[in-house]
Protein backbone atom coordinates (compact mmCIF):
# COMPACT_ATOMS: atom_id res chain seq x y z
CA UNK A 1 0.00 0.00 0.00
CA UNK A 2 1.18 3.58 -0.77
CA UNK A 3 2.39 5.72 1.97
CA UNK A 4 0.57 9.10 2.92
CA UNK A 5 3.05 11.65 3.59
CA UNK A 6 0.97 12.01 6.63
CA UNK A 7 2.53 8.44 7.70
CA UNK A 8 6.21 9.64 8.94
CA UNK A 9 5.91 11.74 12.24
CA UNK A 10 7.16 15.42 11.67
CA UNK A 11 10.33 16.20 13.70
CA UNK A 12 11.14 20.92 14.03
CA UNK A 13 14.25 21.05 15.19
CA UNK A 14 17.28 23.68 14.63
CA UNK A 15 19.32 22.47 11.64
CA UNK A 16 23.30 21.94 12.18
CA UNK A 17 26.46 21.18 10.00
CA UNK A 18 25.20 17.22 9.64
CA UNK A 19 22.07 18.51 8.03
CA UNK A 20 23.95 20.59 5.29
CA UNK A 21 23.54 18.04 2.65
CA UNK A 22 19.82 17.77 3.02
CA UNK A 23 19.77 21.77 3.31
CA UNK A 24 21.63 21.88 -0.54
CA UNK A 25 19.26 18.76 -1.86
CA UNK A 26 16.38 20.85 -1.05
CA UNK A 27 17.49 24.07 -2.63
CA UNK A 28 18.86 22.24 -5.28
CA UNK A 29 15.18 20.63 -6.06
CA UNK A 30 13.01 23.94 -5.18
CA UNK A 31 15.12 25.89 -7.47
CA UNK A 32 15.05 23.69 -10.15
CA UNK A 33 11.67 23.44 -10.45
CA UNK A 34 9.98 27.05 -10.09
CA UNK A 35 7.33 28.23 -12.41
CA UNK A 36 9.58 31.41 -12.88
CA UNK A 37 13.02 32.06 -12.46
CA UNK A 38 12.44 35.39 -10.82
CA UNK A 39 10.56 33.75 -7.77
CA UNK A 40 14.19 33.09 -6.24
CA UNK A 41 17.37 33.92 -7.22
CA UNK A 42 20.29 32.01 -5.98
CA UNK A 43 22.52 34.13 -3.65
CA UNK A 44 25.37 35.61 -5.02
CA UNK A 45 27.48 34.31 -2.20
CA UNK A 46 25.84 30.94 -0.94
CA UNK A 47 28.55 29.65 1.03
CA UNK A 48 28.22 32.57 3.10
CA UNK A 49 24.46 31.89 3.63
CA UNK A 50 24.81 28.27 4.74
CA UNK A 51 27.76 29.24 6.71
CA UNK A 52 26.14 32.22 8.63
CA UNK A 53 22.95 30.39 9.25
CA UNK A 54 24.16 26.60 9.84
CA UNK A 55 27.84 26.90 11.06
CA UNK A 56 27.87 29.96 12.94
CA UNK A 57 24.95 30.36 15.33
CA UNK A 58 25.39 33.39 16.90
CA UNK A 59 25.15 35.06 13.56
CA UNK A 60 21.87 33.03 12.37
CA UNK A 61 19.97 29.66 12.72
CA UNK A 62 18.18 27.47 11.12
CA UNK A 63 15.01 25.47 11.52
CA UNK A 64 13.85 22.67 9.48
CA UNK A 65 11.30 20.60 9.48
CA UNK A 66 11.44 16.75 8.83
CA UNK A 67 9.24 13.64 7.73
CA UNK A 68 10.56 10.91 9.31
CA UNK A 69 14.44 11.15 8.41
CA UNK A 70 13.56 13.69 5.38
CA UNK A 71 14.00 17.52 5.48
CA UNK A 72 10.93 18.98 3.72
CA UNK A 73 11.21 22.61 4.48
CA UNK A 74 13.77 25.00 6.38
CA UNK A 75 13.60 28.72 6.97
CA UNK A 76 16.85 30.56 7.84
CA UNK A 77 17.25 33.49 10.49
CA UNK A 78 19.96 35.87 10.54
CA UNK A 79 21.26 38.53 13.48
CA UNK A 80 23.52 40.61 11.77
CA UNK A 81 25.46 44.04 12.87
CA UNK A 82 24.37 46.83 11.49
CA UNK A 83 26.95 47.41 9.19
CA UNK A 84 26.78 43.99 7.40
CA UNK A 85 25.61 43.78 3.97
CA UNK A 86 22.89 41.27 4.31
CA UNK A 87 20.98 42.97 6.98
CA UNK A 88 18.16 44.50 4.99
CA UNK A 89 17.33 47.14 7.08
CA UNK A 90 20.16 49.02 4.95
CA UNK A 91 18.23 48.95 1.65
CA UNK A 92 15.48 51.12 3.05
CA UNK A 93 17.94 53.28 5.28
CA UNK A 94 16.59 52.49 9.11
CA UNK A 95 18.88 54.17 11.17
CA UNK A 96 22.26 52.84 12.93
CA UNK A 97 20.20 52.18 16.40
CA UNK A 98 17.05 50.37 14.11
CA UNK A 99 19.79 48.19 12.18
CA UNK A 100 21.48 46.94 14.95
CA UNK A 101 17.78 45.63 16.16
CA UNK A 102 17.13 43.87 13.06
CA UNK A 103 16.74 40.25 12.54
CA UNK A 104 16.58 38.89 9.03
CA UNK A 105 14.25 36.10 7.33
CA UNK A 106 16.48 34.85 5.04
CA UNK A 107 16.14 31.96 2.67
CA UNK A 108 12.91 29.44 3.48
CA UNK A 109 11.74 26.60 1.14
CA UNK A 110 9.81 23.97 1.45
CA UNK A 111 9.61 20.83 -0.67
CA UNK A 112 6.58 20.15 -3.58
CA UNK A 113 4.95 17.16 -2.44
CA UNK A 114 4.57 19.19 1.16
CA UNK A 115 2.92 22.57 0.47
CA UNK A 116 -0.28 24.44 1.37
CA UNK A 117 0.15 22.55 4.60
CA UNK A 118 0.96 25.96 6.51
CA UNK A 119 4.73 24.79 6.95
CA UNK A 120 5.97 28.82 5.97
CA UNK A 121 3.35 30.28 8.29
CA UNK A 122 5.02 28.16 11.12
CA UNK A 123 8.21 28.40 10.12
CA UNK A 124 7.71 32.45 10.65
CA UNK A 125 6.05 32.20 13.74
CA UNK A 126 9.38 29.70 15.58
CA UNK A 127 11.91 32.38 13.82
CA UNK A 128 10.03 35.46 15.95
CA UNK A 129 10.35 33.29 18.71
CA UNK A 130 14.49 32.88 18.03
CA UNK A 131 14.39 36.33 17.38
CA UNK A 132 13.11 37.92 20.54
CA UNK A 133 15.46 35.08 22.48
CA UNK A 134 18.24 37.11 21.13
CA UNK A 135 16.83 40.53 21.70
CA UNK A 136 15.94 41.65 18.07
CA UNK A 137 12.32 44.00 17.95
CA UNK A 138 12.54 44.56 14.04
CA UNK A 139 11.98 41.35 11.64
CA UNK A 140 13.13 42.18 8.03
CA UNK A 141 12.62 40.14 4.86
CA UNK A 142 12.76 40.47 1.35
CA UNK A 143 10.71 38.99 -1.89
CA UNK A 144 9.91 39.20 -5.44
CA UNK A 145 7.41 40.98 -6.27
CA UNK A 146 5.69 38.04 -8.69
CA UNK A 147 6.44 35.89 -5.21
CA UNK A 148 2.36 36.76 -4.33
CA UNK A 149 2.42 33.28 -1.65
CA UNK A 150 5.32 34.60 0.36
CA UNK A 151 4.22 37.65 0.33
CA UNK A 152 0.99 36.54 0.93
CA UNK A 153 1.77 34.83 4.41
CA UNK A 154 4.49 37.51 5.56
CA UNK A 155 1.88 40.72 5.24
CA UNK A 156 -0.77 38.09 7.23
CA UNK A 157 2.16 37.64 9.60
CA UNK A 158 1.89 41.38 10.60
CA UNK A 159 4.91 42.79 8.29
CA UNK A 160 4.26 45.51 6.17
CA UNK A 161 5.66 46.17 2.59
CA UNK A 162 8.05 49.23 3.28
CA UNK A 163 10.46 49.24 0.53
CA UNK A 164 10.79 48.51 -3.14
CA UNK A 165 14.35 48.19 -4.78
CA UNK A 166 16.23 47.49 -7.19
CA UNK A 167 18.85 44.51 -6.51
CA UNK A 168 21.83 43.77 -8.38
CA UNK A 169 20.92 42.29 -12.04
CA UNK A 170 17.58 44.33 -12.30
CA UNK A 171 16.08 42.61 -9.93
CA UNK A 172 12.94 44.27 -8.36
CA UNK A 173 12.42 43.18 -5.00
CA UNK A 174 10.01 44.27 -2.16
CA UNK A 175 11.11 44.97 1.28
CA UNK A 176 9.09 43.38 4.44
CA UNK A 177 9.23 44.73 7.71
CA UNK A 178 7.52 43.65 11.19
CA UNK A 179 7.90 45.52 14.54
CA UNK A 180 8.30 49.46 13.26
CA UNK A 181 4.81 50.06 12.25
CA UNK A 182 2.64 49.92 15.20
CA UNK A 183 -0.99 51.47 14.11
CA UNK A 184 -2.55 51.78 10.89
CA UNK A 185 -5.82 53.52 10.73
CA UNK A 186 -8.02 50.61 8.52
CA UNK A 187 -10.16 53.68 7.35
CA UNK A 188 -10.35 52.72 3.28
CA UNK A 189 -10.90 55.88 2.45
CA UNK A 190 -8.97 57.53 -0.64
CA UNK A 191 -6.37 59.71 1.10
CA UNK A 192 -5.52 56.86 3.61
CA UNK A 193 -5.84 54.05 1.67
CA UNK A 194 -5.13 53.38 -1.66
CA UNK A 195 -4.69 49.66 -3.73
CA UNK A 196 -1.90 49.59 -6.20
CA UNK A 197 -0.63 46.91 -8.54
CA UNK A 198 2.17 44.79 -7.28
CA UNK A 199 4.25 45.21 -10.18
CA UNK A 200 4.08 48.78 -10.20
CA UNK A 201 6.82 49.70 -8.55
CA UNK A 202 7.15 53.62 -9.32
CA UNK A 203 3.91 53.70 -8.01
CA UNK A 204 4.64 52.03 -4.97
CA UNK A 205 7.78 53.85 -4.66
CA UNK A 206 5.88 57.28 -4.64
CA UNK A 207 3.93 55.91 -1.78
CA UNK A 208 6.32 54.86 0.28
CA UNK A 209 8.56 58.31 0.03
CA UNK A 210 4.98 59.85 1.61
CA UNK A 211 4.44 57.73 4.84
CA UNK A 212 2.84 54.35 2.91
CA UNK A 213 3.79 50.67 3.46
CA UNK A 214 1.37 47.65 2.04
CA UNK A 215 -0.62 46.09 4.81
CA UNK A 216 -2.04 43.72 2.63
CA UNK A 217 -3.45 41.77 -0.35
CA UNK A 218 -6.42 42.81 -2.25
CA UNK A 219 -5.49 39.96 -4.62
CA UNK A 220 -2.92 38.13 -6.22
CA UNK A 221 -1.84 41.06 -7.82
CA UNK A 222 -3.03 44.07 -5.99
CA UNK A 223 -1.80 45.63 -2.97
CA UNK A 224 -3.65 48.06 0.32
CA UNK A 225 -1.02 50.84 0.44
CA UNK A 226 -2.08 52.61 4.02
CA UNK A 227 -0.55 55.75 5.87
CA UNK A 228 0.98 55.41 9.01
CA UNK A 229 -0.37 57.06 11.94
CA UNK A 230 1.84 57.37 14.42
CA UNK A 231 0.52 55.85 17.96
Known amino acids: ?28 LVLSTLSDPDLYVREIDEPALLDRNVHTPEKGQTVGVLSGDTLIAYGMLSYPDAAEPHNIGRLISLPAVKLS ?38 YTAIASPINWISRHNLLAAGYVIAGCVEMECNLRRHIFLHGLYPSFPHLGSSETSIEVDSLDFERQQTLIENGFVATRDISNDRLLYEKFVSS
Not at 3 to 26: E, G, K, Q, W
Not at 109 to 132: E, F, N, P, T
Open 1 to 28: MRMSFLDAPFTVRLLNSSDLAAIRSLRD
Open 101 to 138: TCAVMESAMVHLDYRCSGWQKLLLRIRARLAVERGKQI
